[in-house]
């Protein structure tokens, strides 16, 4: 399979909790993006990564938030003390040009 | 400020007829790309079609095309022949090369074919 992964697919978390999601892009895309997506809403961009590097967070991204790219492979987004207000589907992309390949997303539910 | 603007909410079609998706966007980078995605009820987004800014021809692809008017800053998606399996939400979304190629996204236009 050649395509973004995205695990678990589904989460479902009580408040308080702390989560973790991770992203394979495909493996010569040196860009990955993340992206929530709340229910009836396009996706909003949250944080971008050149290889290792993090270029760009959306101010949506608390400090709760955090995402890393070590060696410039796979990405996890980690959120802290989840609130309900966080249930969304995060989307992961990468691309290497001007088109991006979306994974199939991981849904969370804050409960 | 919303960069990219669909003002159809939810949209009906009959099933082989033509369709059109409206799209604005704002930017004043002379360097931008415009895509339009399918996201159906599973929620994988799907590429449909690119546009870039200095496309001479309007983009198309299978019964998808993008009607590209630069001036008017307008992106609509065209759909022939409708087919059922089109029933979908339509995100049209923008790149901009100031900000990291990063794409941005309209709200969204639900799509139902009617049968």
């Known amino acids: 399979d050649t395509g973004v992964s995205q695990n678990p697919r589904h989460k479902i978390t009580k408040r308080g909790q702390n989560v973790t999601f991770r992203c394979d892009p495909i493996?010569?895309?040196?860009?990955l993006y993340w992206y929530r997506q709340t229910l009836g809403q396009g996706p909003e961009f949250l944080t971008y990564?050149?290889?290792?590097?993090?270029?760009?967070k959306s101010r949506l991204l608390s400090d709760r938030f955090s995402a890393e790219r070590p060696k410039g492979s796979f990405s996890t987004l980690e959120i802290q003390r989840t609130e309900q207000g966080d249930s969304a589907m995060y989307l992961c992309?990468?691309?290497?040009?001007?088109?991006?390949?979306f994974g199939s997303g991981t849904r969370l539910t804050v409960v | 400020a919303q960069k990219i603007t669909q003002t159809q909410p939810g949209m009906f079609v009959q099933e082989k007829e033509a369709v059109t998706l409206d799209c604005t966007y704002d930017?004043?980078?002379?360097?931008?790309?415009l895509f339009w995605y399918k996201q159906p009820s599973s929620g994988e987004m799907i590429f449909l079609i690119y546009?870039?800014?200095?496309?001479?021809q309007n983009a198309t692809e299978g019964r998808y095309s993008l009607n590209f008017q630069k001036a008017r800053k307008s992106a609509n998606l065209v759909i022939s022949a409708s087919q059922l399996g089109d029933s979908a939400m339509y995100f049209c979304?923008?790149?901009?090369?100031?900000?990291?190629?990063?794409?941005?996204f309209g709200p969204g236009t639900s799509l139902s074919v009617i049968p």
């Open positions: 546009q870039g800014s200095y496309d001479q």
């Open positions: 930017t004043s980078d002379p360097s931008y790309g």
């Open positions: 990564f050149q290889n290792e590097a993090q270029l760009e």
């Open positions: 979304a923008m790149r901009e090369r100031t900000s990291y190629d990063k794409v941005i």
């Open positions: 992309a990468s691309s290497l040009s001007y088109g991006y390949t």
């Open positions: 493996s010569e895309h040196n860009r």
